[in-house]
C-alpha cells in the first residue's frame, strides 16, 4: 500500500504556471505507474497525465498536451506535474493517483490509491 500527499495548488492567473508535487510514502514507490487526474465543480472526475514506473513512457489528456508535463523522481518518492500556459478551465482539485498495473493507463478504475487532492484555481 501507499499512501499520497499534493501540495503545489495554489491561485494564478491566466497564462501563469504552478509545479504540482506528489509525495509517495513507503519503498515500493517504483513499482507504482502513477496518474494525476482532476475535478471541477460539478464535472466528474478527469484523467490528465499519467507516467510509467521508469519515467519513460507518458500519456496526457489532448485538453492539456504541449501545457502540462508529468515527471517522476523515484529516488525522491515523487511525482511531479508541471502546469504552463494555464487557462480558467483548468481549475480543479487535482488529484495524484497510484496505479499497480504495469502499462500506462487513463482510467480511473485501474487507479487503486488516491491522494486527498490539491486547489487549483486559474483566473482570467
Known amino acids: 500500500q501507499v499512501q499520497l500527499v499534493e501540495s503545489g495548488g495554489g491561485s494564478v492567473q491566466a497564462g501563469g504556471s504552478l509545479r504540482l508535487s506528489c509525495a509517495a510514502s513507503g519503498r515500493t514507490f517504483s513499482t507504482y505507474v502513477m496518474g494525476w487526474f482532476r475535478q471541477a465543480p460539478g464535472k466528474e472526475r478527469e484523467f490528465v497525465a499519467a507516467?510509467?514506473?521508469?519515467?519513460?513512457?507518458?500519456l496526457y489528456a489532448d485538453s492539456v498536451k504541449g501545457r502540462f508535463t508529468i515527471s517522476r523522481d523515484n529516488a525522491k518518492n515523487t511525482v511531479y506535474l508541471q502546469m504552463n500556459s494555464l487557462k480558467p478551465e483548468d481549475t480543479a482539485v487535482y488529484y495524484c493517483?497510484?496505479?499497480?498495473?504495469?502499462?500506462?493507463?487513463?482510467?480511473?478504475?485501474?487507479?487503486?490509491?488516491w491522494g486527498q487532492g490539491t486547489q487549483v484555481t486559474v483566473s482570467s
Open positions: 493517483a497510484a496505479s499497480n498495473l504495469v502499462v500506462v493507463r487513463q482510467s480511473i478504475g485501474e487507479y487503486a490509491y
Open positions: 507516467i510509467s514506473r521508469s519515467g519513460g513512457v507518458t
